[in-house]
């Protein structure tokens, strides 16, 4: 079954849409077709993709539905920004982008119920997975991205601050799940992990941070990605970890992503 997996903390540079393109890109190199959907207005995800910002979120949820589908605004990612010729992609990814106008989608889409019904119209049939990267801000579209997530994947530095963010979107999702399942949309969605992010594992108040987040959260809790210049250069470059340092530290670490992803996915 295809599953759309909502990358999410309303907190501002924390790694989501690196994380949300590291994990499109990762299941996509290991074989799956993979859509990421950018419903962030700052349009980030085409960036880290060597892509333009477009309004085909806008475009696709306010045009004419009648005549046009999702896979009239996706656009193929090159292979050569996520993968290497010694290692080549075995699958497939494609942008839906996202621009300033998506500020816009809920004053004239009012149904929150509209991304999940249209993803699971137009999309799910034709991917494995759909990977929505999320703005940090509060906005009204946050409601469509809870109901169209069916897996949340939370991004948190290790900062104080960042875990009673986290505790925060916790308590959000649980509210959200019992909308989903008034809207009979089944079980309500589930966390799928968190994703403590820019650690830098001298720093002992970090390590403190990461230790309550697993006490409190448990198994939730996924492998701390250390904090590196590499992850800002590539992107720099228009490249993806695994493009641009193959073989590195941190291509490691964003492998170890995708494969605590695949475990929980296998298992849910
Ligand atoms: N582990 C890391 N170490 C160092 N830099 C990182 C790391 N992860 C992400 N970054 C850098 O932090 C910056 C913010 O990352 P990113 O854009 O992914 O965050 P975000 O949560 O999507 O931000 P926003 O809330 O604005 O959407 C980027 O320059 C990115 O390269
Ligand atoms: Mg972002």
């Given at each position: 079954m295809t599953k759309t997996i909502a990358v999410v903390q309303?907190?501002?540079?924390?790694?989501k849409t690196t994380i949300a393109a590291h994990l499109a890109a990762g299941l996509a190199a290991r074989g799956e077709t993979v859509v990421i959907i950018d419903t962030d207005p700052q349009g980030d995800a085409a960036r880290v993709l060597d892509m333009q910002p477009e309004d085909g979120l806008f475009n696709w949820l306010t045009?004419?539905?009648?005549?046009?589908?999702a896979l009239d605004f996706i656009h193929p990612v090159s292979p050569e920004v996520y993968s290497?010729?010694?290692?080549?992609?075995r699958g497939s990814l494609y942008l839906l982008p996202s621009s300033s106008?998506?500020?816009a989608i809920p004053m004239l889409v009012q149904s929150p119920m509209a991304l999940s019904e249209r993803i699971a119209a137009e999309l799910a049939p034709h991917v494995n997975r759909i990977i929505i990267d999320s703005a940090p801000t509060l906005s009204m579209f946050d409601a469509s991205v809870y109901m169209a997530g069916d897996a949340f994947l939370y991004v948190t530095e290790c900062e104080a601050l960042s875990a009673s963010g986290l505790r925060d979107g916790l308590a959000q999702l649980a509210q959200y799940g019992n909308h989903r399942q008034a809207f009979g949309l089944g079980l309500p969605s589930g966390v799928l992990g968190i994703v403590p992010n820019k650690?830098?594992?001298?720093t002992r108040n970090h390590r403190a941070n990461i230790a309550m987040m697993a006490e409190e959260h448990g198994g939730l809790v996924w492998k701390p990605i250390s904090q590196r210049t590499l992850w800002s250069e590539s992107q720099n470059m228009g490249r993806l970890i695994w493009a641009y340092a193959p073989g590195s530290v941190e291509a490691n670490e964003a492998d170890e992503v995708v494969n605590q992803a695949q475990e929980v996915l296998n298992v849910v």
């Open positions: 309303r907190k501002g540079g924390v790694g045009g004419d539905r009648k005549n046009t589908s290497t010729m010694d290692s080549p992609s106008r998506t500020f650690m830098r594992p001298g």
